[in-house]
């Protein structure tokens, strides 16, 4: 009889477990994932659309207590262009999301003619056939450079923390440089060693040497040195940085030719 009792009494415990646990799933369960998209071009709002569409059919229904936020941030990451940048869970029932859109601004061709485009960051997005911005125009061609680009991670290769760092500061002062610069090439025909040549649009060249000293502060003063030329020295000549014997480095006067 005893031990009747306790099965009894096993199995009515299990069944009010059922039921509390059916319940707790019943409030506990993601009804809505909603995701505040900051977005840069008219191809982002087509993906973000897709990106939802995808969210919802994957997320919604699923225990809001079990959902892992790393998996719904892995689903974000199967559209390149995108990143989170804050996730959390809204109990009972919602999921929340911030996603932008990152911002292409480099590329460099591959050995299969590809063009591997990256973003203001030097994070690697996406191949492509062409040097095309989702925003119009190109972007800025890297030569020169062995560059490694895995999906989600910042390019990798000789100088290249320093090309970044140093495009950071242009970035940041000028908003968009790809309206500024055509290309960064890696060079090193001179006894001086390697440096940094870049093309500006208007037509001016810039060679920084030794770029792995005091990156950015050579990066800030070819920043001023070129936005104090005039609209009619921005189209021709160069001007260059060179680290000083003495410690430091000069941003020479601007010359009509090497």
């Known amino acids: 009889?005893?031990?009747?009792?306790?099965i009894l009494t096993g199995v009515a415990v299990a069944l009010l477990i059922a039921v509390i646990a059916a319940a707790l799933n019943a409030v506990f369960?993601?009804?809505?994932?909603?995701?505040?998209?900051?977005?840069c071009s008219s191809r982002g709002e087509e993906e973000a659309v897709l990106l939802q569409s995808e969210l919802d059919e994957t997320y919604v229904g699923k225990s809001t207590t079990f959902l892992k936020?790393?998996?719904?941030e892995e689903t974000v990451e199967h559209y390149p262009a995108f990143r989170v940048t804050a996730a959390e869970k809204q109990f009972p029932r919602t999921v929340v999301l911030s996603v932008e859109e990152r911002r292409e601004a480099f590329c460099f061709r591959r050995e299969n003619g590809l063009f591997a485009i990256l973003d203001e960051e030097g994070v690697y997005l996406y191949d492509s056939e062409t040097n095309t911005n989702r925003r119009g125009g190109e972007n800025i061609v890297l030569e020169g450079f062995t560059l490694t680009a895995d999906a989600g991670e910042r390019a990798t290769g000789e100088y290249a923390l320093e090309l970044f760092q140093m495009c950071e500061v242009f970035f940041s002062a000028l908003g968009d440089a790809r309206a500024n610069i055509v290309s960064v090439t890696l060079s090193s025909e001179y006894e001086m060693g390697s440096y940094f040549l870049l093309q500006m649009r208007e037509g001016v060249t810039v060679q920084i040497f030794t770029p792995e000293n005091e990156t950015e502060e050579k990066a800030e003063a070819v920043?001023?040195?070129?936005?104090?030329l005039s609209e009619t020295q921005k189209t021709y000549g160069f001007f260059d940085v060179i680290d000083s014997a003495g410690g430091g480095f000069t941003v020479s006067n601007h010359r009509p030719s090497l």
């Open 29 to 39: 369960t993601v009804a809505r994932v909603e995701v505040h998209f900051s977005v």
């Open 223 to 228: 920043l001023e040195a070129y936005l104090s």
């Open 69 to 72: 936020l790393e998996d719904v």
């Open 1 to 6: 009889m005893k031990k009747k009792v306790l």
